[in-house]
């Protein structure tokens, strides 16, 4: 599986960070995008090349048209050659909003993260994955779909397309050998949440049948099953990651 370039969207932290790693460990050379952390993103570059792996950091806003253009070409660029894996993880802040308070720009917000972003990402990939019969495109979801998590239905909402997204897209792609699958992460303390213990999740972890959070490399592991040669039957799937929590918010 080497020599295969994936582009993990909003990979200077959080999930996408672990993500980036755990490509690259397993030989990928990999573009971490990021919108403006840059020194975040260059230090998991020295940190991935300091490992003997391939990466190269690529400031870019997943939501504009432009953006997007010159990211997958810079991309080419670096390396030499097109993304093969495509991995729509970047997400912006996350308001959680009630129903009095939240309005159609903040549906919008989420929306160009869960679907504008991967559809202009994927415009862009796709001509190289079809003429090379062979590609791999992960989108990140979210386990609140099944939730349905009161006071988010703007987040709620627009990760619920990512579900129908992803089974339309497979659908469409499998005469490419183009798989598309998506991962639903359960809660998982990242960078932006701050302190969290298993106590003070005590509430969440109720319905979590593994009783304990879970990890970024949890995440990654599975993005990185998926990318790899031995998921080649797997596609149009909604797998959730999230230690098998199943209702209650
Ligand atoms: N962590 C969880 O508990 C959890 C649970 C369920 C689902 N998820 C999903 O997992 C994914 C990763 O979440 P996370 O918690 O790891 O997020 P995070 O820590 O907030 O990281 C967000 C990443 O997106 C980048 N980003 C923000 N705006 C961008 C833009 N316009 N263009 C390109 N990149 C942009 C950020 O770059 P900068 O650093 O430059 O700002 C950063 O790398 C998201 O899709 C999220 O919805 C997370």
Same mark, same amino acid.
């Given at each position: 599986m080497t020599n295969k370039?994936?582009?993990? #969207?909003?990979a200077s932290r959080g999930l996408g960070k672990s993500m980036a790693v755990k490509l690259a460990e397993a030989g990928f050379k990999v573009v971490i995008n990021y919108n403006s952390n840059h020194e975040k993103a260059e230090a998991?570059?020295?940190?991935? $090349?300091? *490992?003997?792996?391939? =990466?190269?950091?690529? %400031?870019?806003?997943?939501?504009s048209e432009e953006a997007v253009k010159k990211l997958v070409a810079d991309s080419h660029e670096a390396f030499g050659q097109p993304i093969e894996i495509l991995v729509n993880n970047a997400t912006g802040p996350q308001p959680e909003l009630s129903l009095?308070?939240?309005?159609?720009?903040?549906y919008l917000d989420?929306?160009?993260? #869960?679907?504008? =972003?991967?559809?202009?990402?994927?415009?862009? &990939?796709?001509? *190289?994955?079809?003429?090379?019969?062979?590609?791999?495109?992960?989108?990140?979801? %979210?386990?609140?779909?099944?939730?349905?998590?009161?006071?988010?239905s703007n987040y709620v909402t627009a990760k619920s397309a990512v579900i129908g997204m992803t089974r339309s897209w497979a659908n469409?792609?499998?005469? !490419?050998?183009? #798989?598309?699958?998506?991962?639903?992460?359960?809660?998982?303390?990242?960078?932006?949440?701050?302190? &969290?213990?298993?106590? %003070? =999740? *005590?509430? !969440?972890?109720?319905?979590?049948?593994?009783? $304990?959070?879970?990890?970024?490399?949890?995440?990654?592991?599975? &993005?990185?099953?998926? =990318? *790899?040669?031995?998921? %080649?039957?797997?596609t149009g799937q909604n797998i959730n990651v999230n230690g098998g929590k199943t209702f209650g918010v």
């Amino acid at each position: 599986m080497t020599n295969k370039v994936a582009l993990i #969207t909003g990979a200077s932290r959080g999930l996408g960070k672990s993500m980036a790693v755990k490509l690259a460990e397993a030989g990928f050379k990999v573009v971490i995008n990021y919108n403006s952390n840059h020194e975040k993103a260059e230090a998991i570059v020295q940190q991935i $090349r300091n *490992s003997g792996g391939e =990466a190269v950091a690529i %400031s870019a806003d997943v939501t504009s048209e432009e953006a997007v253009k010159k990211l997958v070409a810079d991309s080419h660029e670096a390396f030499g050659q097109p993304i093969e894996i495509l991995v729509n993880n970047a997400t912006g802040p996350q308001p959680e909003l009630s129903l009095e308070e939240v309005t159609w720009d903040d549906y919008l917000d989420q929306l160009h993260f #869960t679907a504008k =972003a991967p559809l202009l990402l994927l415009k862009e &990939v796709m001509p *190289s994955m079809k003429k090379n019969q062979w590609g791999r495109v992960i989108n990140i979801g %979210s386990e609140v779909v099944e939730l349905g998590n009161p006071e988010f239905s703007n987040y709620v909402t627009a990760k619920s397309a990512v579900i129908g997204m992803t089974r339309s897209w497979a659908n469409e792609l499998g005469k !490419y050998n183009i #798989t598309v699958n998506a991962v639903h992460p359960g809660f998982i303390p990242v960078e932006r949440h701050g302190e &969290v213990t298993e106590e %003070s =999740a *005590s509430g !969440y972890l109720r319905d979590v049948p593994l009783n $304990r959070l879970g990890k970024p490399d949890e995440i990654a592991n599975m &993005v990185r099953f998926l =990318a *790899s040669k031995e998921a %080649s039957f797997v596609t149009g799937q909604n797998i959730n990651v999230n230690g098998g929590k199943t209702f209650g918010v």
